[in-house]
């Protein structure tokens, strides 16, 4: 039973988990920004869908990654803003209308793939299309390193870009009068509209960024970690990203951490999986979930959260 | 003195209501004008107009002699118009120097440099009296000081006239001083000020000059030494006002309410009621005075059953009511105005008529097992919207919607139309106008009549000397003294109330000190 603790001792379990921790961390990082500005970022699963898909069409038919990642980018942007223009102009419910969204996604991104790779036929795709896929950058110097350079610094660029979004996120809100601006935003709209601060603007912005990284992080799974397309490929990353917000307290290395808790959680059931130990194999598929779930019964009592999110902004009639 | 603002004829209407009809208006440089009104007379709205909050329907603004439009606040603002709402326009886990500069350029853009804000609010500060640490979070700030974070962000941003909306209502009688004293200093460095208020006091003690509006117009503009207060409130009413209630002479019945050595522990973790004893009868109104934070709303609780008492006893007709829940208490005759009506009072979101049943719906005739009998909720609302002028389109109309006054009757109505026993008012007239506030001494004095014991808990010291029947004075938790409301000293309660001197627990007094504070007084 114990064998399993051989695990730890691996170095390919440990480049599982920052691989892992990746695209849950870039959705975090996009969904941080957006729900400080006061928009619940519950549509990140459905972005980074598109993301996957995206990814996927871009590089298989132009055989470039950075073609992928760009539509990745754009298919994420596309649901963001959708989004936008329900919960920020509209002012609908921000959770109905992001389930809405996330259902849409899973079809949608069903439809373009078989589009993108059926001929427009709307055949059913038998075999597993591959294509290409980021390479590995390994990074001069640090790459040398035993053990540690294998574990980070010989890793695919998002991955890189990931773990640097954390600070940079840190400086924006924090040292910069546009971070000021989204976190006024997201506590007081109001006291941000008398000094002159474009709510709306700022709403729309910041989930547009929101989507370019939840974009990125589907991307990762489809053209990253692996090379090709499959349905419902992030099984649920845009909810746990969205939950290591939460556990992160709204704060970037918090959510760093959430993400990274998460990500070790999925490493461990991967690796789980591949040393044959006698548990069954849907329990192991749980187990991130499972930390997931006990994560937010542990954290949510306590949280506190951006006090005007899930809020639509409206000026008084004039 | 020059003309800084000027309005001419604006008006604004709502649907159905005409909130400003064809209004004039003139600010001088370095003035403090008052802008007097009841709720609802438009005063604020008026206001909103000139900083963009609302754009009038007609009218023209002239700002140092030019035309000008203002669309939003941003455009007020960069003339030089800055606004104290009523409810602050500041972010709670910012610090005063995020919040002054939010919505500015900095100096680097688009990077933060705090250093140099902080050092310019301290500089403003030391200039106007305006003293705040830069770096405290607002959260954290009492709302006095909140209140100067308003302040400091309209001069950081070189207002040359500054709108307070209500000011004072949030403040405690020191604070009032204060910012009175920062007023002063800001008009001598040549800022003018637009003081809106209901409140008689402040406008002859601060103002220069004053404009009452009433119902949507402006009555007069008038010179403080051509004024007094008695004009001003009939200006503002419209009719005669009794500044001082008219009560009838009752002998006080056996005893409703006792407390004896009454301990309890406050929201911060400190005792906030220390040993209190006192007695209140039928027909008597046993005032509660004392400056704001004193424990007098912690008494309240602690009675009404909301706050564990940690000591004593509290008997409520004979009955031991110590530590019982709310809802006991209540079954026991009591009734309760809390202090804060919109948090504690009523369910804003709820309608009239559910909030007028609220402490009963669960009894005959409202109910009869589990279903709600509407019939009997309607004919029940509307006599208690007619018997107590609330003033409101129906009964199903969400009490939000109602004004402030309004609202306070709706609380009024449930609690008084059970005639209790005992009715405990804490600060029933908080935040109420003139009309309002006349009304809700009219309800107590007829509680009192019919044969209620009141516990009136009020931070104006003016409305317990005229309604009362005997005074205790609260002081950190403690009754510094109980004196008879006929011929209580001014001087003598105030003294109390700022914890001075403890005369006997009774309603003697030694002569001699007694002749000394009436000396002091004349």
Known sequence: ?318 | MTELLRLEKICKTFPGVVANDHVDLEIKKGEIHALLGENGAGKTTLMNCVYGVYRPNSGKIFWKGQEVEIHQARDAIALGIGMVHQHFMLVPPLTVAENVILGLPTRHEPFLDLASVEEKIFESGQKFHLKVDPKARIWQLPVGIQQRVEILKALYRDAELLILDEPTAVLTPQEVEELFLVLEALTEHGLSIIFITHKLEEVMRSCNRVSVLRDGRRVDTLAIEDTNPQLLAKMMVGREVLLKADKTDLPPGEVVLSVKELSAIGGRGLPAVKNVSFEVRRNEIFGIAGVDGNGQTELGETISGLLRATGGKVTISGKDATNKTPFDILNMGVAVIPPDRQKLGLLMNFAVDENLIAKSYWKPPFSKSIFLRKKEIDKFSEKAIKDFNIRTPGPEIQVKLLSGGNQQKVVIARELSKNPDLLIASQPTRGLDVSATEYVHKQLLAAREAGAAILFISTELEEILSLSDRIGVIYEGEIMGILPGKGANILEIGEMMAGLRRSNTGSEQPKKEAENASEASA
């Open chain 1, 1 to 318: 039973m114990l064998e399993f603790l051989g695990i730890f001792t691996t170095v390919e379990f440990y480049i599982a988990v920052v691989q892992m921790t990746t695209p849950i961390l870039l959705a975090a990082m996009g969904g941080l920004i957006a729900e400080r500005s006061g928009i619940i970022p519950f549509g990140m699963e459905g972005m980074m869908l598109m993301g996957t898909v995206g990814g996927v069409i871009g590089s298989g038919l132009t055989d470039r990654v950075e073609v992928g990642l760009l539509l990745a980018m754009l298919a994420g942007v596309f649901i963001a803003v959708l989004y936008a223009i329900m919960a920020v102009s509209v002012g609908a419910n921000q959770v109905v209308t992001a389930v809405a969204l996330n259902m849409g996604a899973l079809g949608l991104s069903s439809l373009l793939y078989v589009l993108a790779f059926a001929g427009g036929k709307g055949e059913v795709i038998e075999d597993v299309i591959r294509v290409r896929a980021m390479p590995l950058w390994k990074i001069p110097v640090l790459g040398e390193i035993p053990f540690i350079g294998k574990v980070l610094f010989n890793q695919y660029p998002l991955v890189y870009l990931a773990f640097f979004m954390a600070p940079v996120v840190w400086f924006i809100l924090y040292r910069t009068s546009w971070g000021l601006k989204i976190r006024a935003v997201g506590e007081h709209p109001h006291a941000a509209d008398t000094v002159g601060i474009h709510v709306l603007k700022v709403r729309y912005l910041t989930l547009i960024v929101c989507g370019m990284l939840a974009g990125l992080a589907g991307a990762f799974l489809s053209i990253g970690a692996f090379n090709a397309w499959q349905e419902n490929m992030t099984s649920g990353r845009g909810f746990i990203a969205y939950t290591s917000i939460v556990f992160g307290r709204w704060e970037p290395i918090g959510a760093f951490l959430g993400s990274f808790l998460f990500g070790a959680a999925d490493a461990l059931q991967l690796r789980m999986q591949t040393q044959n130990i006698q548990v069954p194999f849907q329990v192991m598929v749980a187990f991130p979930y499972i930390v997931t779930v006990i994560v937010l019964v542990l954290s949510g009592k306590s949280a506190k959260w951006p006090a005007a999110s899930g809020e639509a902004f409206k000026r008084e009639s004039k």
